[in-house]
């Protein structure tokens, strides 16, 4: 029995990715603030389950009295190994820096930075207590690696992110587990988050226009075949490069 926790499954890549997985015999919990039931339908046609927990990951206490929850479940016996796929993710603010908030500075680095730390830490934690093979993964973006006028906290989140991933890679291999994490780049998909972009005014965002380009160039990957390439990594469990960059780039 194999379980996946991923959050950010209401909508976009998330839901795509635990699709995929529920087809692939792989039992889901969703962590996210709203309910797809689409994928609890897909789950009784597949012959496993999906879970919803509603949460929301700028608050730390409640995605950590969540994860109490959702690992007790997860562990146990029965369970032959456990993934865990940090999807969700904002972009906003899209501003000069001078015009960000202190609740959006938090709220973005709470979302895309500490949850995926804290959700790695806690299943690490419970992986080590029971020996549990576990592959982590955490959505990174070619924002990391270059300064985009307006996404400078999109941009220092995703770096942040990149840099903890490997180290944690460093440590579960010098420790000896069995334990992998990686990095994916899914690059530029047709979700949400990219119309979020597009609405957004020159002034804050100078390559607006070039994102809307992207939408009527067609350029647009779509979330399905970016998530298939994902999932076809994760359930190779022995070909999976501890700490590696996995980008769609190489793939299609």
């Not at 999807?87 to 949850?115: C, F, G, K, R, W």
Request: net charge neutral; glycine share 4%.
């Amino acid at each position: 029995m194999k379980y996946a926790i991923v959050t950010g499954t209401s909508k976009g890549l998330g839901a795509a990715i635990a699709e995929l997985l529920l087809k692939n015999d792989i039992h889901v919990i969703g962590i996210a603030r709203h309910v797809n039931k689409q994928l609890s339908q897909l789950a009784d046609q597949s012959k496993v389950t999906y879970q919803h927990f509603s949460c929301d990951l700028a608050d730390v206490d409640q995605l950590d009295r969540t994860f109490e929850k959702v690992n007790d479940q997860i562990f146990k016996k029965e369970t032959s190994r456990v993934y865990l796929i940090n999807s969700a993710a904002t972009v906003n603010p899209i501003d000069t820096v001078a015009n960000h908030t202190i609740e959006a500075i938090q709220a973005h680095m709470q979302i895309n930075l500490i949850a995926p730390m804290l959700t790695t830490s806690l299943v690490l934690k419970k992986a080590k207590q029971s020996g549990m093979e576990t592959i982590v993964a955490n959505i990174s973006s070619g924002a990391a690696d270059r300064s985009t006028y307006g996404w400078s906290a999109y941009g220092a989140s995703k770096a942040g992110l990149n840099r903890y991933t490997q180290t944690v890679a460093l440590e579960e291999e010098q420790l000896g587990t069995s334990n992998k994490i990686i990095l994916f780049d899914p690059s530029i998909m047709d979700t949400e988050m990219q119309r979020d972009i597009r609405a957004v005014d020159q002034e804050a965002f100078q390559e607006v226009e070039q994102f809307k380009q992207y939408k009527k160039q067609n350029k647009l990957r779509d979330k399905s075949v970016v998530a298939q390439v994902f999932v076809n990594i994760l359930v190779e469990p022995a070909e999976i490069n501890n700490g590696h960059y996995y980008s769609i780039k190489d793939y299609v």
